[in-house]
C-alpha cells in the first residue's frame, strides 16, 4: 500500500509540473504521442517523500471492503504543489502544468 501512495504521489508531482498533452487544434490529434516528447520524473526530478497512512474501514465502498490507492496520492500531491507555488509567488496556478510564464502574465 505505501509504495502505491508513493507512486501516486510522484505521479502528482508530473502531473503538476510535467506532463501535458498537446493537441493540433485543427485534427485534435495528440502532438506528443510517443514519450520521448512526454516528460515524466525521473528519480533525480523528485524529492524525498514520506506516506502517513490512516487505517480507515469503509463498509459501503463494496463487498469486500476494499479500493484502490495509488489514485488518492496524485490529487492530494498535485493541489500541494500548486499550492506551496501560490504561497511562494502570491500567484494561484489555475491549469496543470504550472508553468512561469504563467506566473509572470
Not at 508531482?13 to 485534435?28: K, M, N, Q, W
Not at 525521473?42 to 490512516?54: H, K
Amino acid at each position: 500500500v505505501r509504495s502505491q501512495y508513493y507512486g501516486g504521489m510522484i505521479w502528482g508531482v508530473s502531473f503538476a509540473l510535467h506532463e501535458e498533452a498537446i493537441t493540433d487544434r485543427r485534427s485534435g490529434r495528440i502532438q506528443n504521442a510517443n514519450l520521448a516528447e512526454y516528460h515524466v520524473p525521473v528519480n533525480a526530478d523528485v524529492p524525498s517523500v514520506e506516506a502517513l497512512l490512516v487505517h480507515e474501514d469503509d463498509p459501503h465502498v463494496n463487498a469486500l471492503g476494499i479500493k484502490g490507492v495509488g489514485e488518492i496520492g496524485i490529487t492530494g500531491t498535485a493541489g500541494a504543489v500548486a499550492n506551496a507555488v501560490w504561497h511562494a509567488t502570491g500567484v494561484r496556478p489555475r491549469r496543470f502544468p504550472i508553468r512561469i510564464e504563467d506566473l509572470l502574465g
